[in-house]
């Protein structure tokens, strides 16, 4: 069972920038994506970013697209979501999360039912 903790959310201004990391314990997950999700008050858990273990490939939702990263250190079993450009809609609890399996291209990345492993999760504002 992996085990994630996700740290550096906080409060800023709109236009500024946060870096959130998660750190992957109990065993490796250098087979699987990783991907981040975020939940605002009152509405479901969307697709945020997600990066293939293996190759390093990127994908991200329209509306953060350009201005988030995600990016990974193996070496460190550790995932890194940097937003930059914030705005008032990002705000959220920010959750990342390992894929239940392998890379499948039939799977559907996007989809929250697709993550087998969560962390707690860590609260972003943006104030405007």
């Known amino acids: 069972q992996v085990q994630l903790v996700e740290s550096g959310g906080g409060l800023v201004q709109a236009g500024n920038s946060l870096r959130l990391t998660c750190a992957a314990s109990?065993?490796?997950?250098?087979?699987?994506?990783m991907a981040w999700f975020r939940q605002a008050p009152g509405k479901e858990r969307d697709f945020v970013a997600r990066?293939?273990?293996?190759?390093?490939?990127?994908y991200y939702a329209d509306s953060v697209n350009g201005r988030f990263t995600i990016s990974r250190d193996n070496a460190k079993n550790t995932v890194y979501l940097q937003m930059n450009s914030l705005k008032p809609e990002d705000t959220a609890v920010y959750y990342c999360a390992v894929a239940r399996r392998t890379y499948t291209a039939s799977i559907d990345y996007a989809a929250p039912a697709s993550f087998g492993s969560w962390g707690q999760g860590t609260q972003v504002t943006v104030s405007s």
């Open positions: 990066i293939n273990w293996s190759n390093g490939g990127t």
């Open positions: 109990g065993r490796t997950v250098s087979d699987y994506d």
